[in-house]
């Protein structure tokens, strides 16, 4: 029942938050000098003033601001994200278009770096002082402080142009046709750069979290008393040290959605990978108002959602919360 | 005007002359069937060319839909879907009669009522070049018979032939369109219908766009390319390891930054040309706002010309990627006259200029608003603050993005600022409308931004677009070159140019002023 009643709160407070969250960026946006029509118009080469007025009438943008915004709302709520000014599709249309790229590719990029900044901050801490550790930490060091459009244009000159393991852009092999587990392979060889590439600058983050946590947990008295009962090492690690210093990397990594998001922009323009942070960058550019409040409310409730379940997870994850509760 | 896919042509910057094939027309027998690949950038908002005009949209739509015309790398009118033309002595009536047995992509056949249609209705609603033009020229537009269009017009237009490719007048389809719905948001939008050589087949956003052949094309045996894909790659770099390592065959000019295009030239098998941009001839320029001081003294206005080192412009900033403008008119626009006043880089005498009108530079500050197109923009920013600083003004360079532009822009909420605009072959459609006192128009960002008046240009532009004789019209033009040069009513800076870069083994690839916006019905891969 408890969790219930939490689940309840968490939940209203997620919707608070996604509806703050719409608001202030419509606002935001409007304050922002320019508007679509006059992008549109620049486009088309000789846009006068009547032609602009005919586009923002048609566009609505000729309604007061807080008009705008209770049409706009009135919308989100029965799920019509609107119609894009510029694509000429409803906004739903696109965002379903390239939300599942973008999933997959941010999905992956966190497993690898969840995993692999894991493991790595474990032996870091298990091997301390041993150049394994140096390795490790220096490694990390490198990749935390590097910036990201540099190592994904690196990472394609290397492994694209010169080794030629990899490919160098595109979510797919365009038209081959494969279907089937074909298909899944040739996505699956095209996601390698991409997720490596997003999920180094975390991989480097967890490392060095997970080392720290585990180093200042194996300092604790009940470590000590495990290994003086004659428990191995390992499992002490395994059983007692690495729950109990998970929990800060846990917080970090349900932080770590939006920040995916944001780092998305980039990797997807690199890798021409066609997920939803370009589509974001582009509607920014030219001021495509409804896709744009469109994407960040889906990022929005993306993040939410991932800290509602980061919440529910606390509570498996270590017990002792559950209780005090 | 400013125009066709600014942001994306700009992304790579102009001129050097390359080893040209311009026009490359092919002497072997040309090849049926292979896929050509090609590049997007960026992603076309829709493929429906009477909605939209930016480059990459034309690029993709040029193979959907025709126009009336087309035009040569002289300038001069192709027949497209019209085959031949007449226009009457007293210049008021232009007959179009159009081509036999075209099909739109649906079937339906394609006839006079179409172009009507387009011309009367569509094209008058939505676009807005056109739509000036009709207003102020046509008087009428009919059929008198399916094959037959016939354009009567208020008072004469030197510039009306000129008015009838891609981007100006697209053919749009009557059957689709002329039911009452809003055209902007007509579901035919996504599922283009065109009377060109290639159908779209598929569109995955933000990945490639897939045409095929349209087997019922009205050539008969063309087009000879089986498919067409244009991929979304939207990074800079990406795009030359795409051409580098051949997952690409076409780079049109833009698509690679300037530093890059020196070395993709240089690789085996692979051809270049700069031709194909003359119908557009793209010019570069600062508007410096004459309401107020300084620019509003003429004096101030050549002191800057003579400030700046347009050479190193053109050689240092866009890595030789053009040519210094000598005024109003690209030199491969109609009627370009290059008896002009001349401003050569001379620091002495810009502040000689200053001293003389009794200006003082300290007294005044200056609001720099460049062009966010990318790093070679900010560059020649930067160069231009450097050179006013050392007149003594006091200049910052204020930074907005292309919405914020526009907007400033249009309200007229600058000081000084960089533009460019598309010349469209005729003066009277690309060239008048940044000089006509008469086009200072609050809301729209490309027109007489800056504020210069002088009845005697109005007077002469006026009379050339009226002119039923070209040697009136060139008299005319060139006088008004000579006034608009010695009046500095904007800073020219250099004509762009436009690298297209692709692999030896396609062929026929550009040959016309409009370059790789015109439909590909000719062009085949050697095998």
Same mark, same amino acid.
């Given at each position: 029942?408890?969790?219930?009643?939490?689940?309840?709160?968490?939940?209203?407070?997620?919707?608070?938050?996604?509806?703050?969250?719409?608001?202030?960026?419509?606002?935001?946006?409007?304050?922002? =000098?320019? /508007?679509?029509? &006059?992008?549109?118009? %620049?486009?088309? *080469?000789?846009?006068? !003033?009547?032609? #602009? $007025?005919?586009?923002?009438?048609?566009?609505?943008?000729?309604?007061?601001?807080?008009?705008?915004?209770?049409?706009?709302?009135?919308?989100?709520?029965?799920?019509?994200?609107?119609?894009?000014?510029?694509?000429?599709?409803?906004?739903?249309?696109?965002?379903?278009?390239?939300?599942?790229?973008?999933?997959?590719?941010?999905?992956?990029?966190?497993?690898?770096?969840?995993?692999?900044?894991?493991?790595?901050?474990?032996?870091?801490?298990?091997?301390?002082?041993?150049?394994?550790?140096?390795?490790?930490?220096?490694?990390?060091?490198?990749?935390?402080?590097?910036?990201?459009?540099?190592?994904?244009?690196?990472?394609?000159?290397?492994?694209?142009?010169?080794?030629?393991?990899?490919? =160098?852009? /595109?979510?797919? &092999?365009?038209?081959? %046709?494969?279907? *089937?587990?074909?298909? !899944?392979?040739? #996505? $699956?060889?095209?996601?390698?750069?991409?997720?490596?590439?997003?999920?180094?600058?975390?991989?480097?983050?967890?490392?060095?979290?997970?080392?720290?946590?585990?180093?200042?947990?194996?300092?604790?008295?009940?470590?000590?008393?495990?290994?003086?009962?004659?428990?191995?090492?390992?499992?002490?690690?395994r059983r007692h040290v690495l729950r109990n210093a998970i929990l800060p990397v846990f917080t970090f990594a349900s932080m770590q959605a939006g920040q995916l998001v944001g780092g998305a922009v980039l990797t997807e323009t690199v890798f021409a990978w066609p997920g939803i942070g370009r589509l974001m960058f582009d509607a920014l550019l030219q001021r495509d108002y409804p896709v744009l409040l469109g994407v960040f409310l889906v990022t929005a409730a993306v993040v939410v959602i991932v800290n509602?379940?980061?919440?529910?997870?606390?509570?498996?994850?270590?017990?002792?919360?559950? $209780?005090?509760? | 005007?400013?125009?066709?896919?600014?942001?994306?042509?700009?992304?790579?910057?102009?001129?050097?002359?390359?080893?040209?094939?311009?026009?490359?027309?092919?002497?072997?027998?040309?090849?049926?069937?292979?896929?050509?690949?090609?590049?997007?950038?960026?992603?076309?908002?829709?493929?429906?060319?009477?909605?939209?005009?930016?480059?990459?949209?034309?690029?993709?739509?040029?193979?959907?839909?025709?126009?009336?015309?087309?035009?040569?790398?002289?300038?001069?009118?192709?027949?497209?879907?019209?085959?031949?033309?007449?226009?009457?002595?007293?210049?008021?009536?232009?007959?179009?009669?159009?081509?036999?047995?075209?099909?739109?992509?649906?079937?339906?056949?394609?006839?006079?009522?179409?172009?009507?249609?387009?011309?009367?209705?569509?094209?008058?609603?939505?676009?807005?070049?056109?739509?000036?033009?009709?207003?102020?020229?046509?008087?009428?537009?009919?059929?008198?018979?399916?094959?037959?269009?016939?354009?009567?017009?208020?008072?004469?237009?030197?510039?009306?032939?000129?008015?009838?490719?891609?981007?100006?007048?697209?053919?749009?389809?009557?059957?689709?369109?002329?039911?009452?719905?809003?055209?902007?948001?007509?579901?035919?939008?996504?599922?283009?219908?065109?009377?060109?050589?290639?159908?779209?087949?598929?569109?995955?956003?933000?990945?490639?766009?897939?045409?095929?052949?349209?087997?019922?094309?009205?050539?008969?045996?063309?087009?000879?390319?089986?498919?067409?894909?244009?991929?979304?790659?939207?990074?800079?770099?990406?795009?030359?390891?795409?051409?580098?390592?051949?997952?690409?065959?076409?780079?049109?000019?833009?698509?690679?930054?300037?530093?890059?295009?020196?070395?993709?030239?240089?690789?085996?098998?692979?051809?270049?040309?700069?031709?194909?941009?003359?119908?557009?001839?793209?010019?570069?320029?600062?508007?410096?706002?004459?309401?107020?001081?300084?620019?509003?003294?003429?004096?101030?206005?050549?002191?800057?010309?003579?400030?700046?080192?347009?050479?190193?412009?053109?050689?240092?900033?866009?890595?030789?990627?053009?040519?210094?403008?000598?005024?109003?008119?690209?030199?491969?626009?109609?009627?370009?006259?290059?008896?002009?006043?001349?401003?050569?880089?001379?620091?002495?005498?810009?502040?000689?200029?200053?001293?003389?009108?009794?200006?003082?530079?300290?007294?005044?500050?200056?609001?720099?608003?460049?062009?966010?197109?990318?790093?070679?923009?900010?560059?020649?920013?930067?160069?231009?603050?450097?050179?006013?600083?050392?007149?003594?003004?006091?200049?910052?360079?204020?930074?907005?993005?292309?919405?914020?532009?526009?907007?400033?822009?249009?309200?007229?909420?600058?000081?000084?600022?960089?533009?460019?605009?598309?010349?469209?072959?005729?003066?009277?459609?690309?060239?008048?409308?940044?000089?006509?006192?008469?086009?200072?128009?609050?809301?729209?960002?490309?027109?007489?931004?800056?504020?210069?008046?002088?009845?005697?240009?109005?007077?002469?532009?006026?009379?050339?677009?009226?002119?039923?004789?070209?040697?009136?019209?060139?008299?005319?033009?060139?006088?008004?070159?000579?006034?608009?040069?010695?009046?500095?009513?904007?800073?020219?800076?250099?004509?762009?140019?436009?690298?297209?870069?692709?692999?030896?083994?396609?062929?026929?690839?550009?040959?016309?002023?409009?370059?790789?916006?015109?439909?590909?019905?000719?062009?085949?891969?050697?095998?």
């Amino acid at each position: 029942m408890k969790t219930l009643d939490f689940l309840f709160q968490r939940l209203l407070k997620a919707i608070l938050v996604v509806l703050g969250v719409v608001i202030l960026n419509f606002m935001l946006i409007h304050m922002a =000098p320019g /508007d679509p029509a &006059s992008v549109l118009a %620049g486009e088309a *080469g000789a846009g006068d !003033a009547k032609y #602009i $007025a005919q586009l923002r009438a048609q566009f609505g943008l000729d309604q007061p601001l807080y008009w705008q915004l209770w049409t706009y709302l009135q919308g989100v709520l029965t799920g019509d994200l609107g119609f894009s000014y510029r694509n000429q599709v409803p906004v739903m249309t696109l965002i379903l278009e390239r939300l599942p790229a973008t999933l997959l590719l941010t999905g992956c990029a966190f497993v690898f770096s969840l995993v692999l900044g894991i493991a790595l901050g474990v032996i870091a801490a298990y091997k301390r002082g041993s150049i394994a550790d140096s390795l490790v930490m220096t490694s990390a060091l490198v990749f935390y402080a590097t910036p990201l459009f540099w190592i994904a244009l690196m990472a394609v000159l290397v492994f694209s142009l010169h080794l030629d393991w990899l490919p =160098p852009f /595109d979510m797919e &092999s365009i038209g081959t %046709g494969y279907t *089937g587990w074909a298909r !899944a392979a040739d #996505i $699956a060889h095209h996601l390698v750069l991409p997720t490596v590439t997003l999920g180094l600058f975390f991989t480097a983050v967890y490392t060095r979290l997970t080392r720290a946590s585990m180093l200042e947990v194996m300092a604790l008295d009940f470590v000590k008393t495990a290994r003086a009962k004659g428990v191995p090492k390992a499992q002490v690690i395994r059983r007692h040290v690495l729950r109990n210093a998970i929990l800060p990397v846990f917080t970090f990594a349900s932080m770590q959605a939006g920040q995916l998001v944001g780092g998305a922009v980039l990797t997807e323009t690199v890798f021409a990978w066609p997920g939803i942070g370009r589509l974001m960058f582009d509607a920014l550019l030219q001021r495509d108002y409804p896709v744009l409040l469109g994407v960040f409310l889906v990022t929005a409730a993306v993040v939410v959602i991932v800290n509602l379940i980061a919440d529910l997870m606390y509570r498996f994850v270590d017990p002792r919360i559950e $209780a005090a509760n | 005007m400013v125009v066709i896919d600014r942001r994306s042509m700009l992304t790579g910057a102009a001129g050097l002359i390359l080893a040209g094939t311009v026009g490359a027309v092919a002497q072997e027998t040309p090849v049926k069937g292979g896929v050509l690949n090609m590049i997007a950038q960026p992603e076309p908002p829709i493929l429906m060319v009477g909605l939209n005009t930016q480059g990459p949209t034309l690029y993709v739509g040029g193979q959907i839909y025709q126009s009336l015309l087309t035009y040569g790398t002289d300038l001069k009118p192709l027949p497209s879907l019209a085959k031949s033309w007449v226009v009457a002595e007293d210049g008021l009536t232009y007959t179009f009669t159009l081509q036999d047995n075209v099909k739109w992509h649906d079937g339906k056949p394609f006839s006079a009522d179409d172009v009507v249609f387009t011309a009367d209705k569509f094209l008058r609603e939505s676009h807005p070049r056109w739509r000036l033009i009709a207003t102020t020229y046509v008087e009428s537009i009919t059929s008198p018979a399916p094959n037959q269009v016939v354009f009567k017009l208020k008072k004469p237009f030197s510039a009306f032939l000129h008015a009838f490719e891609l981007s100006s007048f697209p053919i749009i389809p009557k059957h689709l369109y002329d039911n009452g719905t809003d055209y902007r948001t007509n579901p035919a939008n996504q599922t283009p219908i065109g009377t060109g050589p290639f159908k779209l087949k598929e569109w995955k956003r933000g990945s490639y766009i897939h045409l095929v052949r349209n087997e019922d094309y009205w050539k008969p045996g063309q087009p000879y390319l089986d498919e067409l894909y244009f991929r979304i790659i939207p990074d800079s770099a990406s795009r030359a390891v795409a051409f580098e390592k051949g997952t690409v065959d076409v780079l049109r000019g833009g698509d690679v930054e300037g530093f890059e295009v020196r070395r993709l030239v240089k690789l085996k098998d692979v051809e270049n040309t700069t031709s194909g941009w003359e119908n557009y001839a793209p010019l570069v320029f600062m508007e410096m706002n004459q309401r107020t001081m300084p620019f509003s003294d003429k004096n101030v206005r050549k002191a800057i010309m003579h400030a700046i080192d347009r050479e190193f412009i053109v050689k240092n900033i866009f890595f030789g990627l053009g040519k210094v403008a000598t005024g109003p008119f690209a030199s491969t626009t109609l009627y370009y006259s290059s008896d002009v006043p001349a401003y050569p880089f001379d620091m002495a005498k810009a502040k000689k200029l200053l001293a003389d009108a009794k200006v003082n530079p300290a007294d005044y500050s200056i609001r720099l608003m460049p062009l966010p197109y990318g790093a070679a923009w900010d560059r020649m920013a930067e160069y231009i603050k450097q050179q006013i600083a050392q007149l003594g003004f006091k200049i910052a360079i204020t930074g907005v993005d292309a919405g914020g532009w526009s907007q400033k822009m249009s309200d007229f909420d600058f000081d000084l600022s960089f533009n460019f605009t598309y010349q469209y072959g005729d003066p009277a459609l690309g060239v008048a409308r940044h000089y006509l006192s008469n086009n200072i128009i609050k809301g729209t960002p490309y027109g007489n931004n800056e504020h210069y008046i002088n009845p005697k240009v109005d007077e002469l532009f006026n009379l050339a677009a009226g002119a039923v004789s070209q040697d009136v019209a060139a008299k005319a033009y060139a006088e008004a070159q000579k006034i608009i040069v010695d009046d500095v009513a904007l800073g020219w800076l250099y004509e762009m140019q436009n690298v297209t870069i692709y692999r030896n083994k396609v062929k026929n690839l550009v040959k016309t002023g409009i370059g790789l916006n015109q439909y590909m019905d000719e062009v085949w891969i050697a095998k």
